[in-house]
């Protein structure tokens, strides 16, 4: 049986001959039950204490498992995303390089169509003075036969002139002259 200090306190003692001294003894218990009452209290108050920093304490593990699981989930979500962004990346790196594959296509065969016809055009031009110069010999040789000739026959320059082009900026000989005689 655990005594308290109020058991202490009010313990009797029996009296004997040549006993102790009654108020030294009752001193003396009085005494040990104070003590003894501050160690009931401080033994009260540290399991008290006990008791709370057990529950703090399994609070704190479960806010531990709590956060390791949340790192865990974060660490995941970071690695997650990582590998999302370097897919997107890649999709968007493969996705330019299409685009800039069919760009440079477009480039080269506008270029190729444009070669073509700077060559079309060249050739075009080279027909073009080509019959410039015949156009312009045709009438150099007229003038030229005019010069030498003043009396040349008006019907031989007709012929020539319906055979080839009119003089620049003329009609033609055919329309605005009629049949010759000679």
Partial sequence: MRLTPLDIRGHKFRSAWRGLDAVEVETFLAGVAEDYEAVVRESESRADQIRRLEARLEELSLNEALLKETLVTAQNLGDELRKTAQTQ???????????????????????????????????????????????IGTHLSLVDALAADPDADEAVLEGELLDGDAPLGGPRASATRGPTST
């Fill in 89 to 135: 990346a890649d999709v968007l790196l493969a996705e330019a390089e299409v685009k800039a594959e069919k760009i440079l296509d477009a480039a080269h065969r506008r270029a190729a169509r444009l070669s073509e016809e700077i060559r079309s055009l060249r050739g075009l031009r080279s027909r073009l003075a080509s019959a410039l110069r015949t156009s």
